[in-house]
């Protein structure tokens, strides 16, 4: 029950493959992973002005919806923004079951955004 280890543990170790792979404070280790951002613009806007951000990957716009994966602080991304007008911010951190599954599925890596 990871949500448990979640709400009750400091640190945690995950064994892939019977190696460990790491042992990371939670905190730390979901802050490392991927967070999902959408942002709603009052007007339109060019996925261009946001894909040389440090951190930021996965880039698309749809209507006035920029949609990202952030790895590590949105400040850059946030400043960024700040040259249209932003109707609604939404951020969608992972939990440590996502953090677990991703060590789990294709190549482990928690730090790259998901393909379809």
């Not at 990871?2 to 170790?13: K, N, T, W």
């Not at 999902?36 to 007007?43: N, P, Q, R, W, Y």
């Not at 590590?72 to 040259?83: F, V, Y």
Request: a negative charge; hydrophobic letters at 40%; aromatic letters at 6%.
């Amino acid at each position: 029950m990871l949500s448990e280890v979640e709400a009750i543990c400091d640190r945690v170790g995950i064994i892939r493959d019977g190696e460990l792979v790491t042992v990371e404070q939670i905190g730390d280790l979901k802050q490392r992973a991927l967070a999902m951002v959408k942002i709603e613009f009052e007007g339109a806007v060019r996925p261009t002005d946001f894909e040389d951000i440090e951190g930021v990957s996965d880039v698309s716009v749809t209507d006035h919806t920029l949609t990202c994966y952030v790895t590590g602080s949105i400040d850059a991304l946030i400043k960024a923004t700040s040259r249209q007008t932003v109707n609604r911010i939404e951020s969608a951190q992972p939990g440590l079951e996502d953090v677990f599954l991703a060590f789990y599925s294709g190549d482990g890596n928690v730090w790259e955004a998901p393909h379809d």
